[in-house]
Nanobody, 117 residues
Framework: QVQLVESGGGLVQPGGSLRLSCAAS????????MYWYRQAPGKERELVAY???????NVAEAVKGRFTISRDNAKNTMYLQMNSLKPEDTAVYYC???????????WGQGTQVTVSS
């Protein structure tokens, strides 16, 4: 079955860095558009970045210049490199894919990122 497993979250000081990973299985990862979302306490889930199967990327304005999304199709893994972290980046970060053949979204369980001194 489709599985997405995030890892790499944690507690970091403002200005620090983290790299999140999303390990995928159960579908042809190389053909899938992959997304990172985040949800802060009391707020709606928001799109952070996405990467197409050809490697084209798009990141939200709030994180542009600080976050980089990438993928390794050989490892069926997507990454989110987060630099210059701010307290407002504190959230649970989720990876997601949409499989058209099944007409369904698939989400990981999320990984907590906390930016605090």
């Amino acid at each position: 079955q489709v599985q997405l497993v995030e890892s790499g979250g944690g507690l970091v000081q403002p200005g620090g860095s983290l790299r999140l990973s999303c390990a995928a299985s159960g579908f042809d990862f190389s053909l899938a558009v992959m997304y990172w979302y985040r949800q802060a306490p009391g707020k709606e889930r928001e799109l952070v970045a996405y990467i197409t199967r050809t490697g084209s990327t798009n990141v939200a304005e709030a994180v542009k210049g600080r976050f980089t999304i990438s993928r390794d199709n050989a490892k069926n893994t997507m990454y989110l490199q987060m630099n210059s972290l701010k307290p407002e980046d504190t959230a649970v970060y989720y990876c997601k894919t949409y499989l058209g053949i099944r007409q369904a979204d698939y989400w990981g369980q999320g990984t907590q990122v906390t930016v605090s001194s």
